[in-house]
């Protein structure tokens, strides 16, 4: 399984991204995408997942409302708008898969991971 996270820039405080996530994998060893970022000097954490059949979706507190994570089985892509983004965001996100579905905000239960995009908010 290979994942490519793209869609990362650079935006003004309050502006919006999409990030991508393409997935090359057997969809019957995929049940969940997730997003993870990580800032500077920071532990990586957790943004958002969805499971691959059934789409529930899963939050961190600090996006709920902001980001709306997505994805398109046709296509094996997964997507997480980010909207109303704040200097905060700024990070370097990370998608991943995985072949369990729970627990979804640990980083540990995922099994792939993709090389990661920098999204740079600025103030």
């Known amino acids: 399984v290979q994942l490519q996270a793209f869609g990362g820039g650079l935006v003004q405080s309050g502006g919006s991204l999409r990030l991508s996530c393409a997935a090359s994998?057997?969809?019957?060893?995929?049940?969940?995408m997730g997003w993870f970022r990580q800032a500077p000097g920071k532990e990586r954490e957790f943004v958002a997942a969805?499971?691959?059949?059934?789409?529930?979706?899963y939050y961190s507190d600090s996006v709920k409302g902001r980001f709306a994570i997505s994805r398109d089985n046709a296509k094996n892509t997964g997507y997480l708008e980010m909207n109303s983004l704040k200097p905060e965001d700024t990070a370097v996100y990370y998608c991943?898969?995985?072949?369990?579905?729970?627990?979804?905000?640990?980083?540990?239960?995922?099994?792939?991971w993709g090389q990661g995009t920098q999204v740079t908010v600025s103030s």
């Open positions: 969805i499971m691959w059949g059934g789409g529930s979706t």
């Open positions: 994998i057997h969809t019957s060893d995929f049940y969940l």
């Open positions: 991943a898969g995985s072949s369990v579905v729970w627990p979804p905000h640990r980083a540990d239960t995922y099994d792939y």
